[in-house]
């Protein structure tokens, strides 16, 4: 399968733990994408990286929100502290940079957080 | 933020029967995104859009990239059991950039 892998899909954690998702882009792709998805709503913009550089974070992005992209591949997201207004789905998405029908986004499955 | 207005929020149609449905942006747009998205899962990528007045179909689904820019529309044709879920517009000001997405058209068909 090269489509984009999210992991956990699930992950139930009680209110003021830390928890960190990974996210695996199409093999090709520099660019990644994470997105907030809370239930009725599309998705919302947290940030982006453009190969290892982080090139734009949301206001949604609070201080315990940290993401990583070490070697340009793939990525993690971190929550730390987190709160019942975090449960969400936390979508990841990739694209390809560059040319006409270049920064197309296919997502993830998406990881499932509860806050308890 | 950029605005996008979808609509309508939800249909429920007969099997056989045609659905269309749009997005109004505040904004001019360069690129068009139409996703479906099934319960628990992520959006999938039915129809991507890049200029001003394309027409681009993927079977049963056509989408076109408004003149304006600033709209586009989905239109599904004879429904089926399957065609079931959400469906989300996106779109994108500057080449390289973030998408907005609308809030989703929830569509139910009866068989």
């Known amino acids: 399968d090269t489509g984009v892998s999210q992991d956990p899909r699930h992950k139930i954690t009680k209110r003021g733990q830390n928890v960190t998702f990974r996210c695996d882009p199409i093999?090709?792709?520099?660019?990644l994408y994470w997105y907030r998805q809370t239930l009725g709503q599309g998705p919302e913009f947290l940030t982006y990286?453009?190969?290892?550089?982080?090139?734009?974070k949301s206001r949604l992005l609070s201080d315990r929100f940290s993401a990583e992209r070490p070697k340009g591949s793939f990525s993690t997201l971190e929550i730390q502290r987190t709160e019942q207004g975090d449960s969400a789905m936390y979508l990841c998405a990739s694209s390809l940079s560059g040319g006409q029908g270049a920064d197309t986004q296919y997502f993830g499955p998406g990881t499932r957080l509860t806050v308890l | 933020g950029q605005q996008l207005n979808q609509s309508p929020q939800s249909m429920f149609i007969q099997e056989g029967e045609d659905v269309s449905m749009n997005c109004t942006s505040s904004?001019?747009?360069?690129?068009w995104l139409w996703y479906k998205q099934d319960p628990g899962e992520g959006p999938v990528l039915l129809i991507a859009?890049?200029?001003?007045?394309e027409l681009t179909s993927n079977g049963r689904l056509t989408a076109q990239f408004g003149i304006t820019r600033k709209d586009s529309f989905l239109n599904i044709s004879a429904s089926i059991p399957s065609d079931v879920g959400i469906y989300f517009c996106?779109?994108?000001?500057?080449?390289?950039?973030?998408?907005?997405f609308g809030s989703g058209t929830k569509l139910n068909v009866k068989p």
């Open positions: 859009l890049y200029k001003a007045g």
């Open positions: 904004s001019i747009f360069n690129t």
């Open positions: 990286f453009q190969n290892e550089a982080q090139l734009e």
């Open positions: 996106a779109g994108q000001v500057d080449n390289f950039n973030k998408f907005y």
């Open positions: 093999s090709e792709h520099n660019r």
